[in-house]
């Protein structure tokens, strides 16, 4: 054997033992309320459709009237040219989000990183927080800024790491709502801040856009605190229930972002029915309060009886619910029991989650029937 086989091989028996081992496993429907896997019918709460948008009907046939005018989109937005259906979209996210512009990317994960590199340098601290998406792990890496990581929702600590940085310039990035454990940031007192230490504030809504807000413009606008953000991230792969992201500031912002984002120089646009979808996308978010007020309901009542059956469910205040387990293979052994009993919930485990905080992660969908619901909460009920 190389060298590399050896590794390769060395790398896989250490995740097996670690119970760290991951694979893709072929799942029919795996964006709604009930999936298939091997034939097997599961209430699916593994899904970030969260207002059950995804296989609505008018999105999929905007997504094929986009895909009559091209399969691709043929090279980055800034060598063959910018499409027109693009640049009316991004208007109409900007006038969503009460912005004065804004920009699509490709992913939130590449909105993260690539934000994040072209704002902070050298001269630069970013004060994130410790639970933040890995894409802002890696956007600040990347960044080559001054890295300071406060505890998880910690003011205090963030405070006195802003009173120590002499840095020219600061930067204080947050999740809205946090991705594993669904509990929310303090925007308020963020926001207070940012403005006592001359800071900007860059949030992701990757979990918020679309189930918070009056017409589901994200969590800023839940709390009235929209204007008081400087940049916005955000994503169409999850309420929305279509794909690509979006970066919501000033003009000046999305100006110094179109020639410095690295994502958006190098990478393909994004294609003509996935702009087209999110266009339809966006019209159905605004009219979905009713969807909003029914996943609220689900999801608080399903977090009350998981907290009733003796789970740790953290801090959770959304539709994304946790059942804390502890040891990697426990959460492992409950994912697949359940899977056994006909609910697809999937083990979250280290490095997702810090060391000893592994736990099945249930997000609700409004989508989601209440039979199938009790059901797969008498299967939780059944494992203890």
Not at 156 to 174: P, Q, W
Not at 294 to 304: C, D, G, I, P, V
Request: with cysteine; aromatic share 6%.
């Amino acid at each position: 054997m190389s060298s590399w086989d050896n590794w390769l091989e060395a790398e896989r028996e250490r995740r097996v033992q670690s119970a760290l081992e991951r694979r893709l496993q072929v799942t029919e429907q795996p964006a709604e309320p009930i999936a298939y896997r091997g034939g097997a019918r599961l209430v699916n709460l593994s899904s970030n459709n969260y207002l059950g948008l995804a296989g609505h009907p008018l999105l999929i046939e905007a997504a094929a009237k986009g895909a009559a005018r091209g399969a691709g989109s043929g090279s980055s937005r800034l060598v063959a040219g910018n499409d027109p259906e693009t640049a009316a979209l991004e208007e109409k996210i900007a006038a969503f989000k009460g912005s004065e512009a804004a920009l699509l990317i490709g992913s939130g994960y590449l909105a993260n990183v690539g934000v994040l590199a072209a704002l902070a340098d050298r001269e630069t601290a970013v004060f994130s927080d410790r639970l933040n998406h890995a894409s802002i792990v890696d956007g600040v890496r990347l960044s080559g800024a001054q890295a300071h990581r406060y505890r998880h929702l910690d003011l205090d600590h963030l405070e006195e790491l802003l009173r120590n940085s002499n840095a020219g310039r600061k930067l204080i990035v947050t999740d809205t709502i946090f991705s594993m454990d669904g509990d929310v940031a303090p925007l308020a007192e963020l926001v207070e801040l940012k403005n006592s230490y001359g800071a900007l504030l860059v949030i992701d809504d990757a979990h918020g856009g679309g189930v918070f807000g009056p017409n589901g413009e994200g969590y800023a606008h839940e709390l009235g605190l929209a204007g008081e953000i400087e940049l916005t991230i955000g994503t169409f792969s999850k309420a929305f229930g279509a794909y690509g992201a979006y970066v919501a500031a000033s003009r000046a912002m999305i100006d110094q972002l179109v020639s410095s984002c690295r994502t958006l120089i190098y990478s393909t646009a994004l294609p003509p029915s996935v702009v087209s979808s999110v266009d339809v996308s966006i019209e159905l978010v605004r009219v979905a309060g009713d969807r909003r007020d029914a996943l609220r309901k689900k999801f608080e009542h399903f977090r009350t009886r998981l907290t009733g059956l003796g789970f740790d469910t953290g801090a959770s205040m959304t539709q994304i619910v946790p059942a804390i387990v502890g040891v990697s293979e426990r959460a492992l052994e409950l994912a697949q029991t359940l899977e056994e009993r006909g609910v697809l919930a999937v083990a979250i485990r280290p490095p997702t989650v810090p060391a000893g905080q592994a736990r099945i992660r249930f997000s609700l969908m409004a989508s989601h029937l209440d039979d199938d619901l009790e059901l797969a909460l008498e299967a939780i009920e059944s494992v203890l």
